[in-house]
């Protein structure tokens, strides 16, 4: 039996970054009747998989029929996730395939998942035909229709009359967008034209490699959403993002109904620190430098858009964004992030120092904020005595923090998405005198407890950890250790919900005499909370929940039907520090009296409403008189918050004894209500 290599990382996801050249993607004119054809050694590589996955995968499934079926529904999604191209007869033919997946992942034929890709690319020419015809002439707005881009769960359509109507909904729709913005009827045509020809050029360059990796990577995340398969370009990628070393704008971006996706940002990159740019935005344009031309990229193949995205550092680079919290028919927006390259520095923990007045009395709150859980792997096992960790540079921070003598301390843990497993183990154990920090089940069953030997208390005092949607794994490893010791108040939105490890494999011995057959990530292990709860699906739930927006279903790790379940074993042995129990209700209390005279609380609650409506209303107006009225009104509401919103309570920050102030705290309203919820705790505390 072959060695596994194991290394434990426990990200929500890999990250690949969005790096770009200055040059513009150059579309060669290619046959649109080649067929698609695999490679011999794309056998051999499915056949390794298939081995390693059934054996060494965590969840121990079974390649057979029922696996197969999904594979086939995954697939279909896969190509086809709105059903823009594909007809219900064409769905009926491939039925034939349903139940066969199984013995073709074992025998290494490939024949199915390229003759559906071959039929795809008919379908996109036919589509793109159709696109021609329709934009012959300009569209009739005053006729009183609706449109619904997202039909992810509507059937198939039927005919080609159906699938032409639900065309012909969408590019108006885009037309319409376009003379909202003030652009003519011949400009519309050309914008809309070069689209689509730029669309069908790109799916026609798709290579066997590139389906090869769509209908491996279908197999792989049908078992779970942290399981993929790397063709040797995205190993490259993977292998650029492990280094922490980058150029470019530092996001990770996914295809999403022909649109580009931000899913989301590296911490200390370009397009974080920018602020401009936030997850669930979509990306539909790219320029080049000021005044460079912004190129269409709404149904480009996502490596396509990462090419003009890439660059060197110190260029600029536009992007044309669709923001996620305007709704889709709204006007995008143009932004400008200058190049960097992201060093592990720039994500390295940082502190500051807010002060927070609450009833006459002023506290002092030390903010720490943890991008991810890092280690310099490579130092660390050359045996340098300095390398870089997250433990280290926070401990380093507590040691600044107790000496200017702060009141309180918060863990600011937001968008972290998880990292080293043992510095998740390591930063716990700075905060508690010793004991079990998070227990791991392999997939032989056995469980083993991860602890804390340290006696020493880096930090004993007041303590809040902030949380969102986006703390994921690592981050849920430590909130939730701190949360089950009573050792802080767990603070903001239920986390990602991600309770898995992974490994990453090398291919290159399960399949010999094949030059770079890829790397193969799946998951290896479980994790669970001290009291034998696990992470997973559930996440972390804070003490105190801010008002945040979706549902835990739309946007954590129970978004994935294939995430393995939520379940529990027993708990481990350990000292509770403090009960929270009797206090939560007068901190919650006094928080949400707060909120409600707090301008900027209310605006972000009545946004929250706002999204949630747009969520469950798939559909708008093609009427170009109601639409302009909704854009109007939406502008004006805009503009009467900017000028009639209240000035906040005056936060001081400041710079003491070289701790860096990154920023003024104003603008981030969760922030500064954790440090006067940790404040009424230290209330709490001082009068008992």
């Known amino acids: 039996m072959k060695k596994l290599f194991l290394m434990l990382f426990v990200f929500a996801n890999i990250f690949i970054n969005a790096q770009v050249n200055d040059t513009k993607t150059e579309h060669n004119t290619i046959d649109s009747n080649a067929v698609l054809s695999p490679e011999p050694k794309f056998a051999k590589i499915s056949k390794s998989v298939a081995m390693i996955l059934s054996r060494y995968h965590y969840k121990k499934v079974k390649i057979d029929d029922s696996l197969s079926s999904e594979i086939f529904n995954n697939y279909l999604t896969n190509i086809d996730n709105n059903k823009m191209y594909f007809l219900a007869s064409d769905i009926n033919n491939f039925a034939v395939y349903r139940y066969s997946f199984d013995e073709n992942l074992l025998f290494g034929n490939l024949e199915p998942p390229f003759s559906i890709f071959n039929i795809f690319k008919e379908r996109v020419t036919e589509r793109v035909k159709y696109v021609e015809k329709l934009l012959e002439k300009e569209f009739d707005y005053a006729a009183d229709e609706n449109y619904s881009p997202d039909r992810t769960k509507s059937s198939w359509a039927e005919t080609e009359d159906e699938i032409n109507e639900i065309w012909r909904k969408r590019v108006k729709n885009e037309a319409l967008n376009m003379k909202l913005a003030g652009k003519e009827w011949d400009k519309t045509r050309e914008t809309l034209l070069k689209r689509y020809h730029n669309f069908h050029k790109a799916v026609l360059q798709y290579k066997p490699e590139d389906v090869f990796q769509i209908y491996m990577n279908t197999y792989s995340e049908t078992i779970d959403p942290h399981t993929s398969y790397f063709s040797q370009k995205s190993s490259d990628n993977f292998d650029i993002q492990m280094k922490l070393s980058l150029e470019g704008i530092g996001a990770t971006l996914r295809t999403d109904n022909d649109y580009t996706k931000v899913v989301e940002l590296v911490p200390g990159g370009p397009a974080a620190k920018s602020g401009l740019l936030k997850a ?409």
Do not use: C
Not at 307 to 322: A, C, D, F, P
């Open 280 to 688: 669930n935005d979509l990306i539909s344009g790219v320029g080049q430098g000021e005044d460079g031309e912004i190129v269409d990229v709404i149904g480009w193949r996502i490596d396509d858009v990462v090419s003009l995205i890439r660059g060197k550092k110190g260029t600029v680079v536009r992007l044309q964004i669709l923001k996620s919290s305007a709704g889709a028919d709204m006007l995008p927006d143009t932004i400008s992030i200058v190049r960097d390259k992201v060093k592990l520095e720039e994500q390295a923990a940082k502190s500051e120092i807010i002060e927070i007045e609450s009833d006459n009395q002023k506290y002092k709150i030390g903010i720490v904020s943890i991008p991810s859980f890092y280690i310099d792997f490579e130092a660390r096992m050359k045996g340098e005595p300095e390398y870089r960790s997250t433990t280290r540079d926070v401990k380093a921070l507590l040691k600044q923090l107790n000496g200017n003598k702060v009141d309180g301390i918060v863990i600011d843990l937001r968008n972290n998405g998880g990292g080293a497993l043992q510095e998740a183990v390591e930063l716990t154990g700075l905060f508690i005198k010793e004991g079990p920090v998070v227990q791991v089940k392999g997939t032989d069953g056995v469980i083993d407890v991860e602890k804390d030997d340290d006696p020493t208390l880096y930090y004993k005092g007041p303590l809040a950890i902030l949380v969102n949607k986006f703390s994921a794994s690592a981050s849920e490893i430590f909130s939730g250790a701190i949360q089950d010791y009573g050792r802080g108040l767990i603070i903001g939105e239920q986390t990602f919900g991600k309770g898995t490890v992974q490994t990453l494999q090398n291919l290159d011995n399960f399949v010999p005499n094949e030059k770079n057959p890829g790397k193969l990530k799946f998951t290896i292990a479980k994790y669970y909370r001290i009291n034998g709860s696990s992470t997973q699906h559930l996440g972390v739930i804070p003490d105190i929940i801010f008002p945040s927006s979706g549902d835990a279903k739309e946007y954590g790790e129970s978004s994935n039907k294939s995430a393995l379940p939520w379940d529990q074993i027993g708990s481990t042995v350990f000292s509770k520090h403090y009960n929270f129990e009797e206090v939560i209700p007068s901190l919650k209390e006094k928080h949400d009296e707060r909120i409600k005279k707090d301008a900027q609380f209310q605006y972000i609650i009545e946004d929250i409403e706002e999204y949630d409506k747009r969520v469950d209303n798939n559909s708008f107006s093609l009427n170009y008189e109601i639409r302009k009225k909704e854009r109007e009104e939406a502008e004006l509401k805009k503009k009467d918050r900017n000028e009639t919103q209240e000035v906040q309570p005056e936060i001081d920050v400041e710079e003491l004894e070289e701790i860096p102030i990154s920023k003024d705290k104003k603008d981030d309203p969760f922030l500064i209500e954790t440090g006067y919820i940790l404040s009424d705790l230290i209330m709490m505390e001082t009068a008992e």
